[in-house]
């Protein structure tokens, strides 16, 4: 049985390559970063293949889904993990190149990798996508902007992937985690100041990216009958803000 995790090289997508391994199953780790894929590979041996995929590139995708030998193609489960947040300034403030960038991944090659993956499950009436989603597709928050929208893209996306498969037995699930750290996922947000990134996790006991990956090894061995439609993710040091109000200064 042969799952495929994009954003293989760090975060969840490493550690649910790792679990999935470890639980027999076969694994394609996707990213763009072969040396992270290749140490993986060292470690994990011959039950995981590295497959570099660029996902802001449809023509990076088409490739390296040709590349995958037969005995891989198979392809049960799709975790759509790859996915970025760049950027906490306000919208009025924002690099709009790191907008498109977002949607580029997180909602246009998630989307293409689904619609490349998708017509196979649906003829073998078999498959499971797993999207990772956001807590910040649900609760807006300040600088979330772009990011948090693409994340509302996924949580609907997969909510309407499951209207469109009614009858196929493909289940499409979405994990939507809160603060999670021991990932790069801060890192990138602040483009390598991982002094500013390191702050988010000051003194907070984090959820880390094994806890989403035996959440995504869970939400797959439900029996094939039940289908986990989303599941919210936060750590306990996490909750609700109240709304704020903006008073006019006199
Ligand atoms: C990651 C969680 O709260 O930084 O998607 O947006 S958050």
Redesign the pocket.
Known sequence: MTVLITGASAGFGEAACKLFVQNDYRVIGAARRMNKLSALKDELGENFLPLQMDMTDKNSINNALSEIPEKWQEIELLVNNAGL?LGLEPAYKCNFADWEQMIATNVLGLSYLTRQILPKMVVKKRGHIINI?????T?P?PG?NV??AT?AFVKQFSRNLRADLAGTRVRVSNI?????GDTE??NV?FKWDNEKAAQ?YENVEFVKPEDIAEIILWVFRQPEYVNINSIEVMPVA?SYAALSIYREQD
């Open positions: 947040a989603g956001s807590i910040a597709g609760y928050y979330g990011y948090g994340k939507e985690p809160g603060l999670c996922f801060s947000r988010v996490q």
